[in-house]
């Protein structure tokens, strides 16, 4: 597989997970890396990590790395499955990082001569939170997906499993 970033965006329990796996599997001569950013904060959690890990199976190599994304994905030689990049948004608000900085890694990511499938849920389609933090995660998510979007060479956006190529 040439070295490409391809991005997968959708709402969520939109089928954007399988297909970006299923991608990924076809197009990788080696195991891919599945990168996954997920804390665990409480059981519901784990239960649903358990069960993303089950379905993957053997197919992957998982590394489960919350926050540092740019420093995890140099050291792979394997293509990257990052699932996914709203979790991680979500992590690096939670633990005080700043916008610039969250832009600042992504735009790292995207120079790295590797390739990378990117993951995130579309949360721009809904109404305007009726918070402060929902609409920060809203407005940061909108523009980080705007900047991966922009610099991948593929985008598909997927709903009720079904995934388009957008770009």
């Known amino acids: ?13 939109s089928g954007k997970s399988y297909n970006a796996e299923t991608y990924i599997l076809k ?3 080696l195991k891919p890396i599945y990168l996954a950013t997920t ?11 358990n069960k993303h890990k089950s379905s993957r199976g053997d197919k992957f190599e998982t590394i489960e790395e919350p926050l540092k994304l740019y420093s995890t994905i140099t050291h792979c030689d394997s ?23 969250m832009r600042r890694e992504l735009e790292a990511i995207l120079a790295l001569d590797k390739t ?6 579309d949360v ?9 933090l929902a ?10 997906s705007q900047l991966i979007a922009s610099k991948c060479n593929e985008v ?3 709903i009720a499993g079904i995934s388009t190529r957008i770009k």
């Open 1 to 13: 597989m040439k070295t490409k970033k391809t991005l997968f965006i959708g709402g969520i329990k």
């Open 27 to 29: 197009s990788s001569l």
């Open 39 to 49: 804390e665990f904060i409480d059981d519901e959690m784990q239960n649903r990590i």
């Open 79 to 101: 293509p990257v499955l990052v699932e996914c990049v709203s979790i991680w948004i979500n992590n690096m608000l939670y633990h005080g990082f700043e916008f610039e900085e």
């Open 116 to 121: 990378v499938v990117f993951v995130l849920n």
């Open 124 to 132: 721009g389609s809904g109404i305007i939170p009726d918070n402060a």
């Open 135 to 144: 609409r920060e995660f809203v407005d940061m998510s909108g523009k980080l």
């Open 156 to 158: 598909y956006h997927t």
